[in-house]
């Protein structure tokens, strides 16, 4: 059963839209969408595990040389990780990452 948000569209759609830019994405549907628990979900563990990927490669490439190699790796992992979680939102999964997960479940569920 699809459940529409405050969007209009289909909640496993605007949950995979929550991954796609990363943290700002999951921003964006975490201030947008107030009413849907799926979505908020989503987007919680989209912001909690992209922002400090982003903040690591922010740190790391202003390291001569060798920080601009581990900054396009950790980019890269990220690039990964963002289709995984974004696959199981568009099948309607409440896919948890580790530790990560159970703090977005409790932000949307509250319990």
């Not at 943290?23 to 908020?40: A, D, I, P, Q, Y």
């Not at 980019?75 to 995984?84: H, K, P, Q, V, Y």
């Not at 479940?105 to 319990?111: I, L, Q, W």
Request: a positive charge; aromatic letters at 18%; hydrophobic letters at 60%.
């Amino acid at each position: 059963m699809s459940y529409n948000t405050s969007l209009g569209l289909s909640e496993n759609i605007v949950a995979a839209l929550c991954y796609p830019v990363g943290w700002l994405s999951g921003l964006f549907f975490l201030l947008l969408e107030r009413k849907n628990k799926f979505v908020r979900f989503h987007a919680m563990q989209s912001v909690l595990l992209f922002m400090p990927i982003a903040l690591f490669i922010f740190l790391v490439a202003w390291i001569p040389t060798i920080g601009w190699f581990i900054a396009d790796g950790a980019g890269m992992t990220a690039m990964l990780l963002i289709l995984i979680p974004m696959y199981m939102a568009f099948r309607g999964s409440k896919f948890k990452i580790p530790i990560i997960g159970n703090i977005a479940y409790n932000f949307a569920y509250g319990e």
